[in-house]
C-alpha cells in the first residue's frame, strides 16, 4: 500500500518562498512519476509540475520560472521549491504518484499567499 504525506505549507507574503515535501511510503518511489497539483476553493484541481524516474521535469505555465520539482529517492521524498509566490498560488496543494496503472494522492497542504 502506497502513503502519500505532503508538508511544508503555511501563510507567506506576496515575495516569499515556500518548500512543500511529499514523503511516501510503499514500494515503486524511484520508479513513479510525482506530480504536484492544486486547488483553490471553487476550481478545478490544476496541474503545477512534474518529475518522472529519470528526473525530466514538466510544468504549469502559471508557474514555469519560479516553482522548482525535485524528488530524492533514498528519502522517498518529492518536493516543490516555490519562490516569488502571488496570490493566486493560494490554494490546497497535492501529492500524486503515479505508477502504471495506479495513481495515490496525499491530503493536501495549504498554501495561502498574503499581499
Known amino acids: 500500500q502506497v502513503h502519500l504525506e505532503e508538508s511544508g505549507g503555511g501563510l507567506v507574503q506576496v515575495g516569499g518562498s515556500l518548500r512543500l515535501a511529499c514523503v511516501v511510503s510503499g514500494n515503486g518511489f524511484s520508479s513513479a512519476v510525482l506530480n504536484w497539483y492544486r486547488q483553490a476553493p471553487g476550481k478545478q484541481r490544476d496541474f503545477v509540475a512534474r518529475?518522472?524516474?529519470?528526473?525530466?521535469?514538466g510544468y504549469g505555465d502559471s508557474v514555469k520560472g519560479r516553482f522548482t520539482i525535485v524528488r530524492d529517492n533514498a528519502k522517498n521524498t518529492v518536493y516543490l521549491q516555490m519562490n516569488n509566490l502571488k496570490p493566486e498560488d493560494t490554494a490546497v496543494y497535492f501529492c500524486n504518484l503515479f505508477l502504471t496503472p495506479e495513481a495515490w494522492w496525499g491530503q493536501g497542504t495549504q498554501v495561502t499567499v498574503s499581499s
Open positions: 518529475i518522472n524516474s529519470e528526473g525530466y521535469t
